[in-house]
């Protein structure tokens, strides 16, 4: 039994431990779901007390940003107001400037015409000035020409009677010669003839008369020997005797046979000469014909020479009519553009078209203007006092004209660009404040524009610049 009670009891305590766990449980549980519903109260109290924040909020930003526009929205039509008070004055300056840009273009078009009259006048003096240089130069060339020619057939006559009197004096010489050899050699060749026949005749008479005595002697040889001995001693004499007389003469004959020789070198060194100074005067004739070449070439490089300075003369007034052309063309479309613009001058401009210089000089000699260097200052002087030349300052005016647009011109971009920058900003604060005002997933990502933190608001706000000084560039314009 005692076991038994003791089971129960520990079955008791289990339940109730179990009971307790349960309960813990079930109280864990509905904590958790106060928490939660807690959670959600809270998120929703405070969306409820942010979204009556950002109605009030909105509010103040949207009286805000009326009071900021309508001041915006002042400023604007003030310049809008001044800058149409500017546009009128301008145009009545336009208007005033016309009438006297009409008699500006009146008198440039007279003194166009009246230089155009004058260039017409010179290009005439300057043709005819032209025509006359190239008669003159024709004339002195044809001149020049004849007195070459004139010279040239001089010289060449001259040469030909040179040539003609040294050809008939070496001919004669030639002739001389010849028939001097001839004579010569006739008188040698008649004398060889002469003194060969009389020795033959004499060794004949001397053969017979030896062939005689020989016959004689023979007879006496036989008769007695001793008269043939002394006979024949003297036979050998003779014949000795007769030895040297054929020796002289044949010695007679070489000394005729070199005297022929020396007389065919003489005739062949007169030959030589001859043809020596044949070679001469064929040399000094080609050289002659060479320098009459030379003339030639020089007088045909001289012609061409004069029709390429003519051709180029003749290009260059025609490129000269045509660039007048061009310029007279480019004036009457500047004359042209200048009457368009006209109609768009102010009154201003039309009483007064061109503005003032500063006088730097007067500003220089007074002291305003400071420079360090006193070297650059004395050069400065010198640039300022040197006036130049008149042509230079022929467009000064026209310049000024230019000058003037362009900077019209520029000025109107620049207030274009401010105010299109100014709309761009306009449009970015309505852009925010609408933004602001509307809920949507989009705006509701982005920070708030119409928070509030410390006095400061989050609108991306950049305040317009404005130009500084508007009366000194409308004086500058004007």
Known sequence: MPPKAGTGTRAKEMEEYDKEQFMLMQQRHKLQKDTQLEVRNTKYNMSRIQESWLKIMRSAKTKQLKKQVEIISQNHERDVDRKDAILQMLDRDLDEAEEQHQVAVRSHLLNVDRLHEIQQSRLLALDEKFKRDVATLQEEFRIEREHIQERHALEKRELALIVEQVEREEKNREMADITDHQSQFELIRNKNIEEDHQMRSGLEEQIEETRARC???????????????????????????????????????????????????KIAQNRQECEDRNQQLRT??????????????????????????LADLTMNARNCMKSLNDQLGLAERILKTAELCRKFETEREKVLPFYLSRDILQEFEEGELEF?????????????TDVGIDEWTYLDNFFKRFNKVKLDLHAVEQEGKRLTKEN?????????????????????????????????????????????????LRHGLS
């Open 284 to 309: 000094e004739k080609d050289h002659i014909a060479k320098h009459f070449q030379e003339l030639k070439a020089k007088m045909n490089h001289f012609r061409s020479e004069g029709k390429k300075r």
């Open 372 to 384: 360090g260097d006193e070297d650059l200052k004395e050069e400065i002087r010198k640039e300022l």
């Open 215 to 265: 016959k004689d002697k023979l007879l006496t040889y036989e008769r007695s020997t001793e008269t043939s001995t002394a006979d024949y001693k003297e036979y050998l004499k003779r014949d000795s005797f007769l030895s040297d007389q054929v020796e002289k003469r044949l010695r007679q004959v070489e000394r005729m046979q070199a005297a022929i020789q020396h007389w065919k070198q």
């Open 424 to 472: 761009v900003q306009l449009r970015s604060i309505l852009k925010q404040f609408l933004d602001g005002v509307s809920v949507n997933e989009d705006v509701l990502s982005a920070p708030n524009p119409l928070l509030v933190v410390n006095g400061k608001v989050n609108l991306n706000h950049v305040p317009v610049k404005r130009m500084a000084d508007k009366t000194a």
